[in-house]
């Protein structure tokens, strides 16, 4: 069996970097595991202009290689492999791979989220070639453009009315009638005059071969599909945590978040969560670093009191 860790890491975005440059840098023994597909959401990103401290904005591959770097230069291990399964239920904790277990006194979940997509071959293959999931990240690069925003919820009012900031056209297309967002979000989207919201259209197929040029959309009422022009097209229609291995270790919330008890720390007293995981609010790339930073002084001082 493997030495016991202080700190087992779970997620290699900026919140489980973050805490491994904490936890390293604190002299606490430290494994991350990273998956077959390290870095997090970033990755699928280009450019970050909006994480402090880079004038010119940085590649998110860059940023995530930086922040992984930088805590291996403070003793943290790696193992590039996906977690099989998590055993939360005795100290030390047991995190499973497909061939090797591991144990650690605590446990700092960072696995993420992921942003739900439409399912469309086409979306696969303009992924980031005009397509987003995040306003605030990719907006600015939409100005005096076209653009929809996806879906019907507080997210796509929120982020349809960003977008005007930039964009000279925003279209809300959502698949009903119904709206889930709030009667003030509504309302202050339908306000906007460079808003247009169209209701009841399923969106068939993204349209453009290097880079989104429209959208072929189906109306549910009468069946008619139609073409509209457009630039970008931003995803808001909500967020997936990853949180399958989890489901029975500790508790969740109705939307499968991982609900925090004290500051970062889960219903499982030594056991912590930071980003995504748990944060359907801010999502953003620099406040998932942070909650990762608080995590693992959250992990010291439970190891200080408990180990
Ligand atoms: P929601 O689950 O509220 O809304 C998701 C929207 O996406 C719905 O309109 C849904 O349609 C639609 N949708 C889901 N799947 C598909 C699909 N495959 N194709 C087309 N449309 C689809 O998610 P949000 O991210 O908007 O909000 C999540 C939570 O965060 C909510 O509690 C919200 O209130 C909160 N929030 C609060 C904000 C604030 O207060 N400022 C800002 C943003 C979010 P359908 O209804 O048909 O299922």
């Not at 202080?6 to 973050?18: E, K, Q, R």
Request: aromatic share 8%.
């Amino acid at each position: 069996m493997s030495d016991i860790y202080d700190v087992l890491i779970i997620g290699s975005g900026p919140a489980g970097l973050s805490a491994a440059v904490y936890t390293g840098r604190a002299n606490l023994k430290t494994l991350l595991f990273e998956g077959w597909q390290p870095g997090g959401q970033l990755t699928t990103t280009t450019v970050v202009e909006n994480y402090a401290g880079f004038k010119d904005g940085i590649q998110g591959t860059k940023l995530m290689a930086e922040m992984r770097g930088q805590a291996e230069r403070f003793g943290v291990e790696y193992i590039t492999k996906d977690v099989t399964s998590v055993d939360f239920s005795k100290r030390p904790f047991t995190v499973k791979t497909d061939d090797q277990e591991y144990q650690g006194k605590t446990v700092i979940i960072a696995t993420g989220a992921k942003p739900r997509r439409l399912g469309l071959p086409s979306e696969d293959k303009l992924w980031a070639k005009g397509i987003s999931a995040c306003a605030t990240c990719d907006g600015f690069f939409f100005k005096d453009k076209t653009v929809a925003v996806i879906g019907g919820g507080d997210s796509a009012m929120e982020e349809g009315t960003f977008l005007t900031k930039f964009a000279s056209k925003v279209y809300i297309i959502n698949r009903t009638e119904n709206f889930r967002a709030s009667d003030i979000m509504l309302r202050r989207a339908r306000n906007n005059e460079k808003v247009e919201i169209l209701a009841d259209k399923v969106i068939e197929e993204v349209l453009g071969d290097d880079h989104v040029t429209g959208l072929r959309l189906k109306d549910n009422q009468s069946g008619e599909t139609s073409e509209l022009k457009l630039d970008g097209m931003f995803l808001a229609i909500g967020h997936i945590p990853v949180t399958d291995l989890f489901k029975d270790q500790v508790e969740l919330d109705k939307l499968g978040f991982i609900t925090l008890k004290e500051n970062t720390m889960t219903s499982v007293p030594g056991v912590f969560a930071a980003g995504d995981v748990s944060d359907h609010r801010y999502r953003q790339a620099i406040t998932s670093a942070g909650e990762g930073c608080k995590a693992s002084i959250d992990a010291k001082k439970w190891l200080a009191e408990n180990d």
